[in-house]
T-cell receptor, first 114, second 113 residues
Framework: NAGVTQTPKFRVLKTGQSMTLLCAQD?????MYWYRQDPGMGLRLIHY???????AKGEVPDGYNVSRLKKQNFLLGLESAAPSQTSVYFC?????????????FGSGTRLTVV | GENVEQHPSTLSVQEGDSAVIKCTYS??????FPWYKQELGKGPQLIID?????GEKKDQRIAVTLNKTAKHFSLHITETQPEDSAVYFC????????????FGKGTTLSVSS
């Protein structure tokens, strides 16, 4: 099993450019999440999805959009990148069942906006 | 919404000593409390978790305790080893409601030999 795969691993953007981060999981998980990690700030929730076709806002959603058109994929979009969006982005997923609430994380995407 | 506070932000111990990291949460409805370990350049990995109907859980050298009345939970690592050096995150959520985990800001643990 690949688990949770994030692409790309690294990216440098110029202010105002757009990009999409892809998260793919092969565990048939219902729930998927996007977090950003900044020094001293821990992991902050951007958006999440409780199933195909559904999305919801997290703690820091401004400047980001998401889509979950297929159960296995969760896309995070930046329409007009800003330097404040320089961060490491982590995707995570978990089963929808009651037996296991633990997340499986991807290895992250390091984004720099100049 | 939920708010999770984590202390200390950094912790240095000698190999073989014990390490304790503490977290408090604000939402009394939260009922799921995991701990994650993050090594440099990698994503966080679940190391242990506890649900609100349990006061303590152990797995070899690590244990977690939960005090629902005081709304705090702690991670205990005994007989620390250099490979325990990492960033540790606590988190909380209302699991059955499908709400997402809210994380503390992390503790950088350094174990020196």
């Amino acid at each position: 099993n690949a688990g949770v795969t994030q692409t790309p691993k690294f990216r440098v953007l110029k202010t105002g450019q757009s990009m999409t981060l892809l998260c793919a999981q092969d565990m048939n998980h219902e729930y998927m999440y996007w977090y950003r990690q900044d020094p001293g700030m821990g992991l902050r929730l951007i958006h999440y999805s409780v199933g195909e076709g559904t999305t919801a806002k997290g703690e820091v959603p401004d400047g980001y959009n998401v889509s979950r058109l297929k159960k296995q994929n969760f896309l995070l979009g930046l329409e007009s990148a800003a330097p404040s969006q320089t961060s490491v982005y982590f995707c995570a997923s978990r089963t929808g069942g009651a037996s296991n609430y633990g997340y499986t994380f991807g290895s992250g995407t390091r984004l720099t906006v100049v | 919404g939920e708010n999770v506070e984590q202390h200390p932000s950094t912790l240095s111990v000698q190999e073989g000593d014990s390490a304790v990291i503490k977290c408090t949460y604000s939402d009394s409805a939260s009922n799921y409390f995991p701990w994650y370990k993050q090594e440099l350049g990698k994503g966080p990995q679940l190391i242990i978790d506890i649900r609100s109907n349990v006061g303590e859980k152990k797995d070899q050298r690590i244990a977690v305790t939960l005090n629902k009345t005081a709304k705090h939970f702690s991670l205990h690592i005994t007989e620390t080893q250099p490979e325990d050096s990492a960033v540790y995150f606590c988190a909380a959520s209302i699991a059955q409601a499908g709400t997402a985990l809210i994380f503390g800001k992390g503790t950088t643990l350094s174990v020196s030999s």
